[in-house]
């Protein structure tokens, strides 16, 4: 079970995820969205695999990240609304699904389905809904973030939609500036100017609680990839330790291409269990339709 958790954490981070609230319905920014790499839509595939002693590179899980605009109505006559502008109001969608597959699911009987919503402002790009839904077997879990920025307060509350007499669980945590989930910080990350040598802390929500997150740019490297041979950054978040998001020891490390679309191209979770090494096998991007597969 633990094993679970730590690929279901590297899926919701690589979103190693939130459709809601959006924009209030007629509030306008102060500036304008930029066009990003992953606009107006993007879809990646990945998988996992699971190597440890002897078992090495056993497919485990299918990993999908979706990137997508979402319309928010806009009523002409609210406050800070433009009548003279002809840009239509949005939000930023991205979702993230996994689910487990193969001999790994059979031998250890794991099998979990995990898909995560996140809703983001695209002027600020900071989180303002998640949604989660969890299967691990019969058991079945849903949750939602709602983030309030004029409060500084996310509340985060989960059910078990098979048992509707059993009492929701609530937590909440304060919040200052731009605040992340674990699935809209590798969107974030790819709009960064990141280069060798650089920190910086990330604010990122989880399950009611937030975490000051490291993360190091430590390495420039060719990689053999999907996108053919490209140079890519390494990124190393701080996800584990007494005082991370995962309690337990490990390092998580993602790979970025070292261009404008700051693609993940892969990722590797080492821990106690085992190594999670997880690659990038489709890419489909809009408007050009661009569609990449693995080549046999």
């Given at each position: 079970m633990r094993a679970r958790n730590l690929i279901i954490t590297f899926c919701l981070i690589l979103s190693l995820a939130t459709l809601g609230a959006g924009l209030v319905p007629g509030q306008k920014p102060a500036a304008k969205a930029v066009l990003r790499p992953f606009e107006p839509a993007e879809e990646l595939l990945y998988e996992?695999?699971?190597?440890?002693?002897?078992?090495?590179?056993?497919?485990?899980?299918d990993f999908r990240f979706t990137a997508n605009r979402t319309a928010v109505v806009?009523?002409?006559?609210?406050v800070g609304s433009d009548e003279g502008s002809n840009d239509e109001p949005y939000a930023l969608v991205f979702t993230g699904d996994v689910s487990?597959?193969?001999?790994?699911a059979k031998l250890f009987n794991l099998r979990f389905r995990e898909h995560v919503e996140s809703t983001v402002d695209p002027v600020s790009f900071t989180v303002q809904n998640t949604k989660k839904r969890d299967e691990q077997g019969k058991r079945l879990r849903t949750s939602e973030t709602v983030y309030d920025h004029a409060s500084g307060k996310v509340v985060w509350t989960e059910i078990d939609p098979n048992n509707p007499s059993r009492q929701p669980r609530i937590l909440s945590s304060d919040f200052t500036g731009q605040v992340q989930d674990v699935l809209s910080v590798i969107y974030y990350l790819r709009t960064q100017p990141l280069e060798v040598g650089r920190s910086f802390e990330v604010s990122i929500s989880d399950s009611g609680r937030v975490y000051q997150v490291p993360v190091r740019v430590v390495e420039k490297k060719r990689l053999k990839t999907l996108l053919g041979q490209v140079n890519s950054l390494r990124v190393d978040p701080g996800l584990f330790?007494?005082?991370g998001m995962i309690g337990t020891e490990g390092q998580l490390s993602?790979?970025?291409t070292d261009d404008?679309?700051?693609?993940?191209?892969?990722?590797?979770?080492k821990t106690e269990y085992g190594t999670f090494n997880i690659k990038l096998k489709k890419v489909i991007q809009n408007p050009a339709r661009e569609f990449l597969t693995k080549q046999d």
């Amino acid at each position: 079970m633990r094993a679970r958790n730590l690929i279901i954490t590297f899926c919701l981070i690589l979103s190693l995820a939130t459709l809601g609230a959006g924009l209030v319905p007629g509030q306008k920014p102060a500036a304008k969205a930029v066009l990003r790499p992953f606009e107006p839509a993007e879809e990646l595939l990945y998988e996992a695999e699971f190597s440890r002693s002897l078992l090495r590179k056993v497919d485990i899980a299918d990993f999908r990240f979706t990137a997508n605009r979402t319309a928010v109505v806009h009523k002409p006559n609210a406050v800070g609304s433009d009548e003279g502008s002809n840009d239509e109001p949005y939000a930023l969608v991205f979702t993230g699904d996994v689910s487990s597959k193969g001999f790994f699911a059979k031998l250890f009987n794991l099998r979990f389905r995990e898909h995560v919503e996140s809703t983001v402002d695209p002027v600020s790009f900071t989180v303002q809904n998640t949604k989660k839904r969890d299967e691990q077997g019969k058991r079945l879990r849903t949750s939602e973030t709602v983030y309030d920025h004029a409060s500084g307060k996310v509340v985060w509350t989960e059910i078990d939609p098979n048992n509707p007499s059993r009492q929701p669980r609530i937590l909440s945590s304060d919040f200052t500036g731009q605040v992340q989930d674990v699935l809209s910080v590798i969107y974030y990350l790819r709009t960064q100017p990141l280069e060798v040598g650089r920190s910086f802390e990330v604010s990122i929500s989880d399950s009611g609680r937030v975490y000051q997150v490291p993360v190091r740019v430590v390495e420039k490297k060719r990689l053999k990839t999907l996108l053919g041979q490209v140079n890519s950054l390494r990124v190393d978040p701080g996800l584990f330790g007494a005082n991370g998001m995962i309690g337990t020891e490990g390092q998580l490390s993602i790979w970025l291409t070292d261009d404008d679309r700051r693609i993940p191209v892969s990722a590797r979770i080492k821990t106690e269990y085992g190594t999670f090494n997880i690659k990038l096998k489709k890419v489909i991007q809009n408007p050009a339709r661009e569609f990449l597969t693995k080549q046999d």
